[in-house]
């Protein structure tokens, strides 16, 4: 028998997460964002993430596959559709494409059914289905 306590995810306090933050091991995601990934590799199947985006940070025009559901956290961020500060629930379906940027940093809760396929090319010159 397995304890499922090792197995479930528990963060405290999360829309205080702007004071302990540096405390998850956030890596590298797009230009100015950084991800502290939950669950799911953004590769294939349901992913859910945090991404913290710096001032000036942005995710690169893309197209959602599946149902993504964002919820900010703390700060704002906009995209060509609207503006969403702390506590505004997004819901973007299948066949919806935009690339998000936040002017003075953000934190949001994402959660995705399937995989975005980016449509912008990074700095590097590549194109990547992932998040």
């Known amino acids: 028998m397995t304890n499922d306590a090792d197995r479930v995810v528990k963060l405290n306090d999360l829309f205080q997460i702007s004071g302990w933050q540096q405390k998850l091991p956030w890596k ?7 991800i502290y990934r ?14 913290r985006f710096q001032p ?11 149902y993504e ?3 900010v956290l703390s700060g704002s961020q906009l995209d060509e559709n609207s503006r969403a500060e702390t506590g505004s629930l997004i ?4 066949g ?3 690339s998000v940027m936040s002017e003075n940093g953000c934190i949001v809760l994402a959660i995705y059914e399937k995989p975005v396929t ?5 700095s590097s010159g590549s194109q990547s289905k992932a998040q």
């Open 69 to 71: 559901h964002i919820f």
């Open 56 to 66: 000036g940070g942005r995710v690169l025009f893309h197209e959602h596959t599946g």
């Open 38 to 51: 939950l669950y799911g590799d953004g590769q294939k199947g349901p992913t859910a993430a945090l991404l």
């Open 118 to 122: 980016f449509l912008e090319e990074s």
């Open 28 to 34: 590298p995601f797009q230009p100015g964002v950084d």
């Open 96 to 98: 919806t494409s935009h």
């Open 91 to 94: 819901i973007n379906p299948p």
